[in-house]
């Protein structure tokens, strides 16, 4: 069974929805990841306070690099995403510009043709209407002489 355009397009529309959701569900699952992180570490650092200090910062310098390197990862996942979009709309576009054109050339052949047909028939009712009036003139010349006969001779 195939699809038709229009449902290739809504497919894709929909996964493009579903994966932005995915995104924005995990920076949220991430935000709060982090917030209880951040939380926890706090928690700890206020219980462990004076005993290993160097174990807290090391863990508060993972943590910062853990959420810039979850910061610059969903920044390039919406870039990328971005970009996806943009080059299936100016797809989009390209397509639907091109039938467009593609119907207008159909359409102007279809004319040039009735145009061309109307010419024709334009030139027979020409033909036969100069015919016609050529006979009339004919039977006019021949009325005319019955005419002069009929009533000159008299």
Do not use: C, Y
Request: a negative charge; proline letters at 1%; hydrophobic letters at 40%.
């Amino acid at each position: 069974m195939e699809m038709t355009e229009p449902q290739v397009w809504t497919l894709i529309g929909v996964f493009a929805a579903v994966m932005i959701g995915a995104v924005s569900l995990l920076l949220r699952q991430n935000d709060r990841t982090l917030t209880a992180l951040t939380g926890q570490s706090q928690n700890t650092l206020a219980v462990l306070t004076g005993q290993n200090e160097n174990t807290l910062a090391s863990l508060s310098r993972q943590n910062e690099n853990t959420l810039a390197s979850l910061s610059r990862q969903n920044e390039n996942t919406l870039a990328s995403l971005s970009r996806q979009n943009e080059n299936a709309v100016a797809g989009l576009r390209n397509e639907m510009i091109a039938r467009f054109d593609g119907f207008q050339m159909q359409f102007d052949a279809r004319f040039d043709l009735l145009e061309n047909k109307f010419d024709t028939l334009e030139d027979k009712v020409d033909t036969r209407l100069g015919s016609i009036d050529r006979r009339l003139e004919e039977l006019d010349k021949e009325v005319a002489n019955l005419a002069t006969r009929f009533w000159g001779s008299s």
